[in-house]
């Protein structure tokens, strides 16, 4: 390992950059996306699986005493309090000490608070594990979304990051499918079934870390910490392996080289000015993206359930069939229409998905308060809502992560996902599942709409204010605050 450079050491000037950003697609890609990207499927999986286990958790003889509403309100904000806590603290340590050993380090924690959460005989610990299982994916957030968009071509980075953050929905698919059996007292006792649940998240989780430890660190991150000879040693075998495996010469560098002199950690001053200072319409962008996004999916995710059983009258194991279909329709939004933010462009689509999945959710509350749907047509309503929100709402986590100086990135995504995440995220279950457990129709139609307001409202904000970052180098939409001018 080579030594580092010290703050004020003389400027280098390095290709890296537009490097990578011109690598064809290859299997070298394809490892980087399966290794970090396929830990939202363990999310969409710890959150489905409880949010559908939670009839079952209250029922007498499960082995722990707890209701269902603990589970549905409670232990969902602590999941996603602690979500955005694990943000902020593993965010600031991405940052300074580097997107691979905190993206093991996250996934670790995560492991761990979930195994423990399978022996838990009490409340107040399973609210515990669900806190430190949410820190643990919260810090995961930072560091993934740092790491793949520094890997990954500017020409593709909109469809895979959104694909990435859509896989969330996979998860959310294997959990409702996965609670149906596990909810089958025939094949399960009551107090196992939901114990072997959070096994399922164990094992998925020890095969990504497995895999995982082949990603290489950013080499972006490398360069502005002074370790040139490492950044460049992994861009040479990048270039190599992707020749090797698609068996033609690379395309030529047409991005200009940037001029870096490598600066100590930055401190959370620098960080506050360079959001508040530099770049105030953006920061007003992300904190709407995140808050809208935040306050829908965390509601529907902890509550759908309690709808069906609430006003349709689907009994608690049937409840994950519907769930399947919602989860499908929305991983199908930004497997679809994630290339379209690469060439139709960001503000567009961004602007396009959230206000299009807004209006329809105002009309399936007016459908929903006329008495006009059941468990089947409610749940196509919300199929469609979701297909558009699903891709919008994974486009805001594209959003921050490239929009933002290369040495904030990663505390800068995980303070856009805190606070959006903490004003929606934990009031949204909270509200939405107070309003629903009153059984009143009228509740509940006032929860849809605002929700389908807050979509409105961050959609013509990004409208307005969006960056037009499609197909461009994350150097030209925001310098790295070490960069400093060329040489003439």
């Not at 549905?72 to 943000?87: F, W």
């Not at 930055?266 to 995140?290: D, E, N």
């Not at 037009?468 to 003439?488: G, I, T």
Request: with cysteine.
């Amino acid at each position: 390992m080579s030594a580092p450079q010290r703050a004020g050491d003389q400027a280098v000037e390095t290709d890296v950059p537009g490097r990578l950003d011109r690598l064809p697609w290859s299997p070298w890609h394809w490892q980087i996306l399966i290794g970090l990207g396929t830990v939202w499927i363990l999310d969409g999986l710890e959150v489905t699986i409880v949010g559908n286990l939670a009839g079952r958790l209250a029922e007498p003889g499960s082995g722990i005493a707890i209701s269902t509403a603990q589970v549905t309100t409670v232990a969902a904000a602590l999941y996603v309090a602690g979500a955005c806590c694990g943000a902020l603290f593993f965010g600031w340590l991405t940052d300074r000490l580097g997107r691979k050993r905190l993206f093991m380090i996250t996934l670790a924690v995560y492991l761990a608070a979930t195994a423990v959460t399978a022996l838990s005989w009490t409340a107040w610990f399973f609210f515990l594990c669900r806190f430190f299982t949410g820190f643990g994916i919260g810090g995961e957030y930072a560091a993934i979304n740092s790491a793949i968009d520094e890997l990954i071509p500017a020409r593709v980075r909109g469809r895979i990051d959104l694909i990435v953050n859509g896989s969330f929905w996979i998860g959310a698919a294997i959990g409702a499918f996965a609670s149906i059996a596990l909810l089958d007292t025939s094949l399960f006792a009551t107090d196992v079934g939901w114990r072997l649940a959070f096994g399922i998240g164990l094992v998925l989780g020890l095969v990504i870390l497995l895999v995982r430890r082949h990603v290489p660190e950013s080499p972006r991150w490398l360069f502005t910490h002074g370790r040139r000879r490492e950044a460049e040693e992994i861009v040479a075998e990048a270039e190599r392996i992707v020749e090797r495996e698609t068996g033609k010469p690379l395309p030529p560098v047409d991005e200009p080289p940037i001029r870096i002199r490598a600066r100590g950690p930055v401190g959370f001053v620098t960080i506050a000015r360079t959001l508040v200072s530099h770049y105030p319409r953006r920061t007003v962008l992300g904190l709407a993206l995140f808050i809208g996004q935040a306050f829908l999916y965390n509601s529907v995710t902890f509550g759908y359930a309690a709808i069906l059983t609430t006003f349709f009258d689907v009994p608690t194991g049937h409840t994950g069939y519907y769930f399947a279909v919602i989860a499908v329709g929305n991983f199908l939004g930004p497997l679809l229409l994630g290339h379209l933010f690469d060439s139709v462009g960001r503000k567009p689509m961004i602007a396009g998905t959230y206000i299009g999945s807004g209006v329809l959710l105002f009309g399936t509350a007016w459908l929903f308060h006329r008495g006009s749907l059941d468990a089947t047509t409610m749940t196509a309503c919300w199929t469609a809502v979701l297909f558009l929100a699903s891709a919008g709402a994974s486009a805001a986590y594209l959003t921050v992560s490239e929009i933002f100086p290369l040495e904030t990135r990663a505390l800068c995504i995980a303070f856009f996902y805190a606070v959006g995440t903490a004003a929606g995220g934990i009031s949204g279950p909270l509200l939405f599942n107070g309003l629903v457990s009153s059984g009143e129709v009228a509740d509940a139609t006032l929860a849809f709409c605002i929700g389908a307001t807050l979509m409105v409202l961050a959609g013509l904000v990004e409208a307005v204010i969006g960056v037009k970052a499609e197909r461009r180098s994350l150097e030209s939409l925001a310098a790295p605050l070490s960069q400093v001018p060329s040489e003439p």
